[in-house]
């Protein structure tokens, strides 16, 4: 079982719409996970990142985190084409302080 | 505020040749992470380094890569010699690390990357 899995798309929204991504880890021990987004041919950028249980929400991303199911989300509401782009769940361990565990990736595409 | 910075941006080398990345982190971020990245799928981390000492270098192939941060800022990733299965994109990133208290020494920031295609 891989560290960290993430739905493997590619995922197809029409613009205005919600989307969401998914992901689930294997370390009950992880603390913090954040939420990367990459574009083609670029590097990744932090968009979100939550460290307790619930929601938290920054403009139009929310990030959702349930550590008992051991499962992080993230909505993006009324996607936008710009919002077009690979989107990278990222766990850290608690045991290996310093240390990112990253999923492959979703690819999503905002359609006009 | 400078982001992380790499340089080339892009190298094509021949194989069995020697290649060299070179990494500047933000200001003031102590942390400095040298991740590989294939096409499709989520950065691996090779090295980390708290300021000057490589902490996490677990996932390095040692017979031909090679690390270092002689002063606690920039970085230089050496390949020698290179092989076919190592084209890839090497990414830099930094953070501020134990600086940053708890959980934020986790959040990291990436430089554009190196592409390196191996012929």
């Known amino acids: 079982q891989k560290e960290v899995e993430q739905n493997s798309g590619p995922l197809s929204v029409p613009e205005g719409a919600i989307a969401s991504l998914n992901c689930t880890y294997s370390?009950?021990?992880?603390?913090?996970f954040f939420w990367y987004r990459q574009y083609s041919g670029k590097s990744p950028e932090l968009i979100m990142f939550?460290?307790?249980?619930g929601d938290k929400e920054d403009g139009r991303f929310t990030a959702q985190l349930n550590k008992a199911s051991q499962y992080v989300s993230l909505l993006i509401r009324d996607s936008q084409p710009s919002d077009s782009a690979t989107y990278l769940c990222?766990?850290?361990?608690?045991?290996?302080?310093?240390?990112?565990?990253f999923g492959r990736g979703t690819q999503l595409t905002v359609w006009p | 505020e400078a982001g992380v910075v790499q340089s080339p941006r892009y190298k094509i080398i021949e194989k069995k040749q020697p290649v060299a990345f070179w990494c500047n982190p933000i200001s003031g971020h102590n942390t400095l992470y040298w991740y590989l990245q294939n096409l499709g799928q989520g950065p691996e981390l090779l090295i980390r380094y708290e300021n000057e000492e490589a902490v996490d270098d677990s996932q390095l192939p040692k017979d031909r890569f090679s690390a270092e941060r002689l002063k606690g800022v920039d970085s230089t990733l050496k390949i020698q010699p290179a092989e076919l299965g190592d084209s890839a994109v090497y990414l830099c990133a930094s953070s501020l690390g134990l600086a940053g208290g708890g959980a934020s020494y986790n959040e990291q920031f990436f430089g554009p990357g190196t592409r390196l295609t191996v012929l």
């Open positions: 939550i460290y307790s249980n």
């Open positions: 370390d009950r021990g992880s603390q913090s």
């Open positions: 990222a766990v850290g361990r608690g045991s290996t302080l310093g240390r990112l565990y």
